[in-house]
Nanobody, 126 residues
Framework: QVQLVESGGGLVQAGGSLRLSCAAS????????MGWFRQAPGKEREVVAA????????YYADFVKGRFTISRDNAKKTVYLQMNSLKPEDTAVYYC???????????????????WGQGTQVTVSS
């Protein structure tokens, strides 16, 4: 089990950038597949990006491909989400999630992750 703390959210204008961070503690980070999810008001929580353990393989939702980049630093036990060319529709609470040894199609399955952060708000103004 890991404890996750997100940071880096905020208010940005359309076209701007933000970098989210998720710091983990409590266990061996490299065995964890890390995911970023988001949830807008009235909508289901959806996957944004994922980084398969121990690192190197990534997955992106179609709506962020070419704009967002997920990366991880196993030594720092931190995963990042660099968000560029932000759009108003990217407004949501962004959550970090972790699950050891997650693979395949489960990378983008929110129900496959057991450990979640508290979320960080991202608001993109038009």
């Amino acid at each position: 089990q890991v404890q996750l703390v997100e940071s880096g959210g905020g208010l940005v204008q359309a076209g701007g950038s933000l970098r989210l961070s998720c710091a983990a503690s409590g266990s061996t980070f490299s065995i964890y597949t890390m995911g970023w999810f988001r949830q807008a008001p009235g909508k289901e929580r959806e996957v944004v990006a994922a980084s398969k353990w121990p690192g190197g393989s990534t997955y992106y939702a179609d709506f962020v491909k070419g704009r967002f980049t997920i990366s991880r630093d196993n030594a720092k036990k931190t995963v990042y989400l660099q968000m560029n060319s932000l759009k108003p529709e990217d407004t949501a609470v962004y959550y970090c999630a972790a699950q050891p040894f997650l693979d395949g199609s489960n990378l983008y399955n929110r129900y496959a992750y057991n450990d979640w952060g508290q979320g960080t708000q991202v608001t993109v103004s038009s």
